[in-house]
């Protein structure tokens, strides 16, 4: 297994435009979960799943966001109507979630920018 | 929520030296502790972690230790390289809630 990986690993998107990232987590990993980065700062959290359970999500994640894992396996975020604030690095991570492995493992990040 | 920070905001290491970041948290309910390294145009990596029911874990040449009466932890690299040179972060969670809260991280340089 290579790792978490995410689709694409830039976009640019004019304001009002709507975009959608993909996630491939770790094969039979059953959590995954989107932060997200702004220059200089750490990841925050956005939202995470359980199988294919979307269990919480963060004030950040506005109504223009929409986070969906329909089989439990990859997961898509969408953002309607960009904003020049939306624009940062998207980061994935999946984690086994089973026993006592709580060890999240990232992706490479998607990197919008808004213009 | 949680509140993470971490100290200092860069750091200048000659190799072979050590190098330590720190960082507190406010919320005496979390007790997962990972160190993240992420490099130029990578997803951040874990590089090590630690429970609230150890004080110290070590790996090579990285160590975490845990202070849960201050609510302090540190990462400690010791004879550092030049592979070392990233930028480090620090995130601490409560286990069985998920989600990592993280410090503002600290790009470190180690000069040859």
């Known amino acids: 297994d290579t790792g978490v990986s995410q689709d694409p690993r830039h976009k640019i998107t004019k304001r009002g435009q709507n975009v959608t990232f993909r996630c491939d987590p770790i094969?039979?990993?059953?959590?995954l979960y989107w932060y997200r980065q702004t220059l200089g700062q750490g990841p925050e959290f956005l939202t995470y799943?359980?199988?294919?359970?979307?269990?919480?999500k963060s004030r950040l994640l506005s109504d223009r966001f929409s986070a969906e894992r329909p089989k439990g396996s990859f997961s898509t975020l969408e953002i309607q109507r960009t904003e020049q604030g939306d624009s940062a690095m998207y980061l994935c991570a999946s984690s086994p979630g089973q026993g006592s492995s709580y060890e999240q493992y990232f992706g490479p990040g998607t990197r919008l920018t808004v213009t | 929520g949680e509140n993470v920070e971490q100290h200092p905001s860069t750091l200048s290491v000659q190799e072979g030296d050590s190098a330590v970041i720190k960082c507190t948290y406010s919320?005496?309910?979390?007790?997962?502790f990972p160190w993240y390294k992420q490099e130029l145009g990578k997803g951040p990596q874990l590089i090590i972690d630690i429970r609230s029911n150890v004080g110290e874990k070590k790996d090579q040449r990285i160590a975490v230790t845990l202070n849960k009466t201050a609510k302090h932890f540190s990462l400690h690299i010791t004879e550092t390289q030049p592979e070392d040179s990233a930028v480090y972060f620090c995130a601490a969670s409560i286990l069985g809630d998920y989600k990592l809260s993280f410090g503002a991280g600290t790009t470190v340089t180690v000069r040859a």
């Open positions: 919320d005496s309910a979390s007790n997962y």
């Open positions: 799943f359980q199988n294919e359970a979307q269990l919480e």
């Open positions: 094969s039979e990993h059953n959590r």
